[in-house]
């Protein structure tokens, strides 16, 4: 099983900076597709961004340019770098772990809300 730690979410104004963490406690970190996902209050859930154990990555249209997904192996440890905010980037981000040898062991992090100002 893997425990998700999440930590950076913060008030900021528009065109701030976060820098988001997700710190995976389990093990076999490598095997795991990694994903950062955002809701707000009435919208649908959706894909920010994803990356593979190989450094490959992924993002929602409304985020490419401005967002950066890492993921350091060493540390068990994927962030999210996000610049240029914009108040509909406010939203709760949760982190995501999918085994790929196992796609049914899916986990959640808690949730770490973003809230941008105008």
């Given at each position: 099983?893997?425990?998700?730690?999440?930590?950076?979410?913060?008030?900021?104004?528009?065109?701030?900076?976060?820098?988001?963490?997700?710190?995976?406690?389990?093990?076999?970190?490598?095997?795991?597709?990694?994903?950062?996902?955002?809701?707000?209050?009435?919208?649908?859930?959706?894909?920010?961004a994803g990356?593979?154990?190989?450094?490959?990555?992924?993002?929602?249209?409304?985020?490419k340019g401005?967002?950066t997904i890492?993921?350091?192996?060493?540390?068990?440890?994927?962030?999210?770098?996000?610049?240029?905010?914009?108040?509909?980037?406010?939203?709760?981000?949760?982190?995501?772990?999918?085994?790929?040898?196992?796609?049914?062991?899916?986990?959640?992090?808690?949730?770490?809300?973003?809230?941008?100002?105008?």
């Amino acid at each position: 099983q893997v425990e998700l730690a999440e930590s950076g979410g913060d008030l900021v104004q528009s065109g701030g900076s976060l820098r988001l963490s997700c710190a995976a406690l389990g093990y076999d970190f490598s095997v795991y597709y990694m994903t950062w996902h955002r809701q707000a209050p009435g919208k649908q859930r959706e894909l920010v961004a994803g990356i593979t154990a190989g450094g490959s990555t992924t993002y929602a249209d409304s985020v490419k340019g401005r967002f950066t997904i890492s993921r350091d192996n060493l540390k068990n440890t994927i962030y999210l770098q996000m610049n240029s905010l914009k108040p509909d980037d406010t939203a709760v981000y949760h982190c995501n772990a999918v085994n790929l040898r196992d796609p049914l062991k899916e986990y959640w992090g808690q949730g770490t809300q973003v809230t941008v100002s105008s």
